[in-house]
């Protein structure tokens, strides 16, 4: 990695005590900017570093790119937060923290005594970052949360994302974590912009239900008036203009976002249907329905869109600025000129030569650069480096390790 980078949260320290995704996610963008975490891990570690067994990927210590994903450029401690000398040294880290980030549930916290109240006056610059399944309040705060269910089962995304009656689809694993990890990013950020001005800490909170209800927002408010429900139905579909259609090398191809009564002679034209163009019966959408012409409409789309590929299409309707896009697969990612030359994607070399194709924090600045990835290593590797850092002496390192107080 490059010395010397200009990086916007220099100077910034973070401590992380979470696990898995969201939490570890944000954590891992505050750092990739700047930002200084050390993230305190148990004894046994992050669960998220052995999710690459069930997913079939490498995950050794100095080879596991998906534990990467959300924990590169930190440092890592282990500490037994339960025992009084890690307790201690957890709380000697927060003496010069500027944010503290968890996803510890509420009453464990609150048993550790590491609860927001407690904490608030000892440390009332720090700001209290705290992560949850279903938020704060309620009868289901102390539920356990994960991006399958609070995020996609809880907020009716799920539910209204596929055709009626079908066995549920299973979405990409933490792509509900991800997409929060930016909204908790967000409020951090807020917070020390707001700490800048009043110069006083403040908590923090999000949930994955919070962010689950607002990233299906529209549906939330549409839901309430005539739709009841938003589910596709391939059988019924009211606007030839927008939707998938299967192409001549088996790929789908949506379109998208264009104006039926504005774009519908251009797209004819396109399509070569020619005697649609100015015919009343085809003007409007309420036309379609009013002369019985919807379906014939569409089987003629479909036809159309059959006789070349998607890529070929794709091509045409873009040159005639109808928006569109093929359907791809995520292995083709890694290739997709697109990802490689605006540095979204980028190759890491990983233990014993191994190369992979990692998605990078997709923010970019024109006067600040960002760390590039590197190899996270064992659970507990900078342990050493931080409590000498914070004032032990090596005998005394010795001593916690052999009590099991960290590792």
């Given at each position: 990695m490059k010395q010397n980078i200009n990086l916007p949260l220099t100077g910034v320290k973070v401590?992380?005590?979470s696990t898995v995704v969201a939490a570890p996610t944000t954590a891992r963008m505050l750092c990739a900017y700047g930002a200084e975490v050390i993230k305190v891990e148990t004894s046994y570690g992050d669960e998220h570093r052995t999710t690459g067994d069930f997913k079939q990927v490498p995950y050794?210590?100095?080879?596991?790119?998906?534990?990467?994903i959300n924990n590169s450029n930190k440092m890592f401690i282990s500490i037994n937060i339960k025992s009084d000398k890690g307790k201690e040294a957890l709380l000697r880290l927060l003496e010069n923290a500027d944010i503290?980030?968890?996803?510890?549930?509420?009453?464990?916290?609150q048993r550790a005594g590491l609860d927001y109240d407690t904490l608030k006056d000892r440390f009332p610059?720090?700001?209290y970052a705290h992560f949850t399944g279903y938020g704060p309040k309620?009868?289901?705060?102390n539920d356990p949360g994960f991006d399958s269910t609070a995020f996609w089962l809880r907020s009716g995304g799920q539910a209204e994302w596929q055709e009626k009656n079908a066995y549920p689809f299973t979405p990409t694993y933490a792509f509900g974590d991800m997409a929060t990890s930016s909204t908790f990013l967000s409020g951090i950020l807020m917070a020390l912009i707001g700490r800048e001005r009043t110069g006083i800490g403040t908590k923090v909170e999000t949930s994955l239900l919070a962010s689950g209800i607002w990233c299906n927002a529209i549906g939330v408010v549409e839901t309430q008036f005539e739709h009841k429900n938003l589910n596709p139905d391939p059988e019924n579909r009211n606007d030839p203009l927008s939707g998938y259609y299967m192409c001549k090398d088996g790929r789908w191809i949506g379109v998208y976002?264009?104006?039926f009564k504005r774009d519908k002679d251009k797209y004819c034209k396109v399509l070569g249907l020619d005697d649609m163009i100015g015919d009343p019966r085809f003007a409007t959408m309420s036309a379609l329905v009013e002369n019985g012409v919807l379906q014939e409409m569409l089987d003629r789309f479909t036809e159309k869109f059959l006789s070349k590929t998607s890529f070929e299409w794709r091509k045409i309707l873009i040159e005639n600025s109808i928006s569109c896009e093929v359907m791809r697969e995520m292995n083709a990612i890694t290739t997709d000129p697109q990802a490689v030359e605006n540095g979204y994607v980028e190759e890491v070399e990983f233990a014993d030569g191994m190369k992979v194709m990692m998605p990078c924090p997709p923010i970019?600045?024109?006067?600040y650069e960002r760390k590039s990835y590197d190899i996270t290593g064992p659970i507990g590797r900078d342990t050493d480096l931080i409590f000498t850092k914070l004032g032990y002496s090596e005998a005394e390192i010795f001593k916690m390790k052999e009590d099991g107080a960290i590792r």
């Open positions: 401590v992380e005590l050794e210590d100095d080879k596991n790119p998906i534990f990467t503290f980030l968890t996803n510890i549930r509420a009453a464990s916290l610059k720090l700001i309620g009868p289901d705060a976002e264009n104006d970019f600045f024109s006067n």
